[in-house]
């Protein structure tokens, strides 16, 4: 049973709305490009898409390991790349090639900026340090340490003959000198979510071995030599997938048994200090994560909030969940944080939002925007420090100048997200006072 991120109706709506917009630099299956045509000052570089077999039971640089965080949620959605100074993100230009730009939404300017610093720059071409050639599977922007990472994903449910491999650039966090780091082979295929400690990405590799057989592990790539390390097999028949990480520790979900689900701690220096941490039933709702802690619905029928690293497990008491065998309420946590739970109350077409906490208090949550006559929430994307939040907070269409073969130019509606920053405390008590990008 696939897991659903509780935000999909949030991302399926948005991706409809783009989808005729070319939206996440995705090709027409008559493109033809290759890597070489990404300019930039990229140089390319000596590449191999195979996998040495070190270990971390037989390679000393495991034997302390720095903290491992996650670049994306648990459903492996990108939203960008989350830089100390920024926010990196993609989007589409409404060009008939399918190509699109990175944009950087600035902190202290509070101003969304095309990641170039050319004047009069068009963007349009690979001229631009924000420009970005189509793929099929999308290209994702992330930061590792003072690097901007960007994955070029092959789509697994496109196959053309003109479909390039997957591939990982680095880039200086201007966007300038993109390097290619490493590229995979045809029928390997990068998932999400990625970790990184700073120095490495670690991700699932999938290879498809033939029409039937599929084989998964778990890699790690150093994101300056771009060696890639095998560290584990992970079990497509267990469905074993990255889920997060804390401390040390990987994360993983993995079938327990046929109706049995659970969440792994994996641990890189030694496999027998590997521990399952949670379980709940395939019909159960889904736990969720955030940052060190897991949210879960007791069978007291109260959310909890567990401290992954201490254990320590706080029922959020003042909410009690109804039972489906006496109510038609559905309930669904979305985002835990810092002892706090935001849950959606589904009650048929009637949907309600409460904010809840360790301190017993529950409020309402009433920060929302409109999407094609649906209310969305106020979505935390990550903290920019450690009193405010950059949230996505609407939706609009702008009006982006493009230029024509011909030389011309033209003005063409894209959709776009729109993003601000908000104070935490102000966040959970839906106070409005924000400060958008411009």
Known sequence: MPYYSPITHTILTFTLLLSAFLSGCTTPSEQNTSIGETTNSMQQEPISSDIS?????????????????????QDGYVWGGYGKDGFYYIRSSGRSDGSCNIMYADYSSGKVLYLCSQANCAHNNSSCTSYIIPSSGGVSPMVVGEKLILVSQKSPYIESDDDKSSYIMT??????????????????????????????????????????????????IDCISGETEFLRSMDSKLNERIWGAFGDKILVYQYIDDNTIGLVSWDLNDTSNDEVLFTWKMNDTYPILGDGVLSYVGDDGYFHLMDLQSKEDIPLSQYSIPTSDISNISVTPLFADNGHLLIRELNGSECTYFALDTSGDIQTFDLLYDVDGDSEIFYPITSVDEDHYLVCAGFAVQNEVSALDDGSSTVLPVPDLLYAIINKDDYWHSITNYQSFE
């Open 171 to 220: 880039a200086d966090l201007d966007g300038s000198n993109r390097t290619v780091l490493t590229q995979f082979k045809p029928n390997q295929f990068l998932e999400k979510p990625m970790l990184s400690d700073g120095n490495y990405l670690y991700l699932r590799l999938t290879t498809q071995v033939d029409a039937d057989t599929e084989k998964a592990d778990l890699i790690r």
């Open 53 to 73: 077999s070190s270990t971390s039971d037989s390679d000393p640089q495991h034997s302390s390991l720095p903290e491992i965080v996650p670049l994306q949620k």
